[in-house]
């Protein structure tokens, strides 16, 4: 019998991944299609809604045209943008573009909200922080500025929901993506009849709840004719891109870490219960796996700062890169590990668009500490990599007394390929580091949501032993450093703690 094959598609605000793979897991071909963005005011990001299901459609004709059968395409799935807002008509057309993750308008929303229900018992209710960012108060500011459209919504969705729409022609939402709304309890995977009452949302304008991994039904005809899928292709709901990144890195057992390492570094933890942490530095989500929970912070600037300082600061070895020489991240990485753990005293705190870690604080900016004229470039590039795993190891600490035991980390994402940085994380936090073959793993964690809806799998943990792979080396906590690190972190927290009234006069 000849083998089966299944799509995932990682839709992001940037763009879409769509990749096809066979029943065991083997990557047969991939395709991207890149993504508008509007930004019509400071701190305002929109994207058209349309341009989601149009650029999975050319993905899917795209990669489905690398096989001579395409009725062997079992199934496909999704691994969406979280935190946006999606209002359509009773047609289901889009009445306004969306807002997306990173719009934050809606701070008046939120801290009207505030009013009526502290940020403790918004946590304690949705499992999330009483945040802008959450999709919840950008419905809500629709409601407030733009009364016209919002008169003509009849569905409140985020973008996983609206692109399930579309391909199979039915509206629904698996439990993340709910999450990511701030109206869900994670612990009975319910609406919460007090958000719902203390926000105005009506219950009928949001989509209706299943699980990640149910096959909501088949592609609709228009969908098939545009890519050339059978009509008889399962449609699986999907999840939040964070969770399919989780899953497709084979984090679904409790105490698994996965850090997500790209312009920003989510940090997301597998647990067998829902659980809540008294700081609220990292929110409760279910997971993809229906069995399963996330802790999970939504991400400090990490890959960004780095980004930023190869930009400005390494002009030859952007040039060497240009001209064949080797990649500048490598040659930075280089020179940092020159320098001894610690940095000799530089402490750098990443906190360049604000932070999340040690806490969430809007205001906190990124800083250098310590340098003396005995300090060159690397020990400040050692110092930038070291701050992004200290804010790891906060995100870590908080989820351990949340009641979980945090146990290996899994790093995924550009940032992955870097060694230096995975063996300073694996030091600075005591916890043992490993990288899956492919580090670019939300199309992996969708095509797995497909491969178990179309029931080539009976679970996720079926499916992962299939379609996840690590490379042969795991970084290993260095015991002789353990002190020396420990010292660099409390000095990073002293640091912090120091400039907070600093960063909070910095608008006055």
Known sequence: MSKAFVIGCDVGSQGTNVALYTEDGDLVASSY???????????????????????????VRSVAAEIEDRSAIAALSFGSQLDGMVACDDAGAPVRPALIWMD????????ALAEKVTPSDFYRLSGTNLDSSHAVFKALWIRDQEPEAFARTAHLMPPGSYVLKEVAGRLAVDYSNASSLGLLDPG?????????????????????????????????????DATGLSPSTVVAAGCGDEMAATLGAGVFEPGEVC??????????????????????????????????????NPGFVSGGNLRWWRDHFAPLERHSESA??????????????????????VTFLPCMQG????????????VFYGLTLAHNRGHLTRAL?????????????????????????????????????RQIKADVTGLPVRVPANVETTATGAAMLAAVAAGLFSNVAEAASAFVDYQPQEHVPADDLRGDYDAAYRRYRDVYTALKPVFARADE
């Open 324 to 345: 064949g020489l080797g990649d500048a991240y490598d040659l930075l990485s280089s020179e940092a590990a020159l320098a001894s753990p610690g940095s000799d005293g």
């Open 33 to 59: 299609q890149p993504h508008e963005l509007s930004y019509p005011h400071p701190t305002w990001a929109e994207q058209d809604p349309t341009e989601w299901p149009r650029s999975v459609a050319a993905g």
């Open 104 to 111: 934050r308008r809606a701070e008046p929303q939120a801290a």
């Open 355 to 366: 932070a999340m870690a040690p806490e969430w604080n809007g205001a906190a900016r990124g």
């Open 188 to 224: 009975t995977r319910k609406w919460s009849d007090e958000l719902l009452e203390a926000t105005g949302i009506s219950r009928r304008a949001l989509p209706e709840l299943v699980p990640a991994i149910e096959a909501v039904g088949t592609v609709t005809e228009e969908f098939a």
């Open 385 to 421: 990599l070291e701050g992004s795993a200290f804010a790891l190891r906060d995100i870590l600490e908080a989820m351990n007394a949340a009641g979980l035991e945090t146990r290996r980390l899994t790093i995924v994402g550009g940032g992955a390929k870097g060694a230096l940085w």
């Open 259 to 296: 850090d997500v390492v790209g312009t920003a570094e989510p940090v997301c933890a597998a647990s067998d219960q829902p659980r809540y942490d008294d700081t609220m530095l990292v929110e409760c989500h279910p997971h993809a796996d229906p069995d399963a929970w996330l802790l999970e």
